[in-house]
């Protein structure tokens, strides 16, 4: 079976604009809008409530990811490549399965398969890739219903390989299809084993400069001390952006300003204040107020323009756990890593092999790289579903220093406010 995407177009925004346009024309008679140009009020209602969901998990499990890396080491997640992937298992779920999944991205069922697809088409810019996919053990019945929803709902591709029979060139395909898709920044075995039913792999991608030039951003003359969570210091010559019209966020437990690139992305830096380290900063709640931060440089009142420079870091940070633990205890998904709870029949349409299916692990890879020319990051999740016990995936932890003045946390996100990766920098050696 070939992979299969099937998308619809997304506008409303458009429709918004060109309506605007139009107005503005010098006619003299009525405007006359086409109808497919006019604005759908409750589609936007429902992408605005995905949009809220997506970022309400990204900030409890940002949160929670960050007992996953060991004392004084960094690391990045991307929140945003689980909870699409949540997204496809929700659709092959039911029953109390389904009702967890939906529940832990605090959404309804209806609003997610309505505007996932319009969401996720927002997301892709020259920026951002994303590839949603189903791998599926070759001779397996599914639903059709379910397999095209899939492709309409959550542009997902469709692929048969055969896991139990050929398993080495099973796993060679998964993995190559991450590897292009994060265009080479994750190439890692996934060790599918011989009793996958099927996998859900999510693959995203993100690159940018720091302007439209792509030029490199210069170091400073002398070196800063940076000093390390565990109490060590060392010192590093730091990025040095332009001034910009803009203040530094104070609050009562961080600082915070921002770094833009070239297509509107933001990398929003987080330090701790005097008394407070990274790890206790770093909350769904601050990084709630981080999302809505307003950096504003110009004081109407007084005649001032505040004009603010971020001097940063060069900085790599990494990540490769099973969740399933992070999922069950921390968003209440229990069903779904139960093989006597699991329930998959809205895909399977053999009930003796839906009825042995559960998640015996979800595997979240990240990898995150900020230098002289821009950012570069990617992310991969995966989700299989086996038909008796694997054996226990294993992993090779890959951890890289991220060099800033003192321990900090930090949140990239789109021109929208969507988060696509976050984490933690402890300490650099």
């Known amino acids: 079976m070939k992979g299969k995407r099937i998308k619809k177009c997304a506008l409303a925004l458009g429709g918004l604009f060109l309506a605007s346009a139009f107005a503005g024309c010098g006619s003299s008679g009525p405007i006359m809008v086409p109808p497919d140009l006019y604005i759908d009020e409750e589609a936007e209602k429902r992408i605005l409530s995905l949009s809220e969901s997506v970022e309400k998990f990204s900030r409890g499990f940002a949160e929670s990811a960050k007992t996953f890396a060991e004392e004084g080491e960094n690391f990045a997640v991307s929140p945003l490549s689980v909870y699409l992937s949540l997204a496809v ?9 389904k009702e967890e999944i939906l529940s832990a991205m605090d959404i309804s069922y209806d609003v997610l ?7 996720w088409e927002r997301l892709e810019t020259d920026g951002v890739s994303i590839a949603n996919s189903l791998w599926i053990n070759e001779g397996e ?3 059709y219903e379910c397999e095209s929803a899939l492709g309409e709902k959550y542009g997902c591709d469709v692929y048969t390989r055969d896991f139990a029979g050929d398993n080495e ?3 060679r395909a998964v993995r190559e299809f991450v590897k292009e898709r994060t265009k080479g920044q ?9 009793e996958t039913i099927f996998a859900i792999v999510n693959a995203l991608h993100f690159e940018d400069v720091w302007d439209y030039y792509g030029n490199a951003l210069s170091h400073t003359d002398a070196g800063y001390a940076f000093a390390n969570a565990d109490g060590t210091s060392a010192e590093k010559k730091f990025l040095r952006d332009d001034y910009r019209m803009g203040r530094v966020l104070t609050t009562d437990e961080f600082t915070s300003f921002f770094v833009p690139t070239e297509k509107g992305y933001r990398l929003q830096f987080m330090l701790p204040a005097d008394g407070y380290t990274a790890e206790d900063i770093f909350t ?9 931060a307003d950096y504003g440089g110009v004081d109407e009142e007084n005649k001032i323009r505040y004009h603010t420079r971020c001097i940063f870091p060069e900085f790599s940070a990494s990540f490769d756990e099973d969740i399933k633990n992070l999922l069950r205890e921390g968003f209440g998904v229990r069903s779904l890593f139960d093989p006597d709870t699991c329930d998959v029949t809205a895909l399977l349409s053999d009930e003796k092999r839906a009825d042995e299916a559960y998640c015996p692990m979800l595997r979240h890879i990240a990898e995150l790289s900020v230098g002289k020319k821009g950012i570069s990051a990617a992310a991969a999740t995966l989700v299989p579903w086996y038909g008796a016990a694997g054996p226990e995936a294993g992993y090779e932890d890959v951890y ?3 060099v800033v003045n003192r321990s900090f946390g930090f949140v990239i996100s789109d021109p929208n406010g969507v988060t696509l990766f976050s ?3 402890r300490g650099i050696s």
Request: proline residues 0%.
């Open 89 to 97: 298992a929700a659709e092959c779920s039911a029953g109390e399965t």
């Open 113 to 119: 398969s309505l505007e996932f697809i319009d969401f």
């Open 141 to 143: 019945q599914v639903f």
């Open 169 to 171: 060139n099973a796993n």
């Open 186 to 194: 994750i190439d890692v075995d996934f060790d599918l084993s011989e």
């Open 284 to 292: 769904a709640e601050n990084l709630a107020a981080l999302s809505e």
């Open 400 to 402: 890289a220093d991220f």
């Open 423 to 425: 984490g933690i920098v």
